[in-house]
């Protein structure tokens, strides 16, 4: 194992981290899905296909179904770049540099921000109807405050459906019922819940 010191670097005044990384994997897959452009342009090019076949990070469950991604490449973006940087820091031949394993792990952390965001959405969401499954269908909103913004509202007949389900299922049912949640227009919205 190499055991020279990290590269000191002064956050401000970080080298442009996938120009470098774009260089030491060039003709890679590495190089075409993650260091390509920008996170923007990897959303624009990205397909279904490039879900990872076992991910690291799946909370809508795209892998168990597949047809949710057609709508939400951020999230499939998000769930592939993580996959590959987890390959990339376990590759062992040839070894990577300190300076190529800090930046990996300096451009995974670039995403976190925003799988937290998806993360506490899900879980804010999922906790809501645990909690209101106790209350009589229909008396409290179904959609967490950050999900309400197509202004529809949910038929009695739809809430009392869901809430009949088990606590697991309740979430997929109401994607079901409100697609836009989590969709790449609904992240892109400058509001976003706030």
């Not at 795209?62 to 047809?67: C, D, G, N, R």
């Not at 590759?91 to 300076?99: A, D, I, V």
Request: overall charge neutral; glycine content about 2%.
């Amino acid at each position: 194992m190499n055991s020279t010191e990290p590269p000191n670097f002064i956050h401000p005044f970080l080298p442009n981290i996938t120009d470098y990384l774009k260089s030491v994997f060039t003709g890679s897959k590495y190089e075409k899905n993650l260091f390509m452009g920008n996170f923007v342009d990897r959303v624009d090019l990205f397909s279904p296909s490039q879900f990872p076949k076992d991910p690291l990070w799946d909370p809508l469950e795209a892998k168990k179904f597949p047809t949710r991604l057609e709508s939400r490449n951020i999230y499939g973006v998000l769930s592939a770049t993580i996959n590959m940087v987890d390959e990339l820091k376990k590759k062992e031949n040839p070894p990577l540099s300190q300076k190529t394993k800090y930046l990996l792990v300096l451009f995974e952390d670039m995403h976190i921000p925003l799988i937290n965001h998806i993360e506490m959405l899900i879980n804010k969401q999922k906790m809501h109807l645990n909690l209101i499954s106790y209350q009589q269908p229909g008396t409290e909103e179904m959609l967490i405050p950050e999900f309400q913004i197509d202004n529809s509202i949910l038929s009695t007949v739809d809430v009392k459906r869901t809430m009949k389900l088990k606590s697991y299922q309740r979430f997929n049912k109401l994607l079901e019922l409100k697609p836009f949640i989590l969709t790449d227009d609904f992240l892109k919205n400058p509001i976003c819940g706030y």
